[in-house]
């Protein structure tokens, strides 16, 4: 396969990486939350574990990142963006990290994101 035949549009279920970075996050009321900074894959299984949402700052400068548990996002095709049932006072909660302290992602974060959003930790 040449290197310009790979699909990085989306088709009926499936979408590119370069496609989910950068997509707007709305709450339920159609808040804008932020965007997809980038998601993180687990190795072995290959399924999306986080998807992370830069949040706050100007223009990305002092933004801080709030890793989400995949399941909580829905993708909203009116809106053009994905959707996750909580407000700011919830995110603004939330664990997070700053672009220069990037967590271990390891078993024991993962449990403590995934408690924060009321999900369970499935690895």
């Known amino acids: 396969m040449a290197q310009t035949d790979i699909a990085t549009d989306e088709t009926n ?3 590119a990486s370069n496609k989910v970075e950068g997509t707007t996050v709305y709450n339920a009321q159609r808040e804008k939350l932020g965007s997809i900074y ?3 894959v687990e190795k072995r ?3 999306v574990e986080y998807a992370v949402l830069q949040f706050g700052g100007l223009f990305g400068l002092g933004s801080d990142y709030y890793p989400l548990p995949w399941d909580v996002l829905t993708y909203d095709t009116d809106q053009g963006g994905y959707v996750v049932n909580l ?3 919830v ?4 664990p997070r ?3 220069d302290s990037e967590p271990a992602f390891d078993r024991n974060y993962g449990r403590e994101v995934y408690g924060h959003y009321g999900v369970d930790y499935p690895y």
Not at 91 to 94: G, S
């Open 13 to 15: 279920r499936l979408i």
């Open 45 to 47: 299984s290959g399924k």
């Open 87 to 89: 407000d700011k006072s």
């Open 97 to 99: 990290y700053a672009g």
């Open 38 to 40: 980038n998601f993180m």
């Open 91 to 94: 995110l603004e909660q939330a």
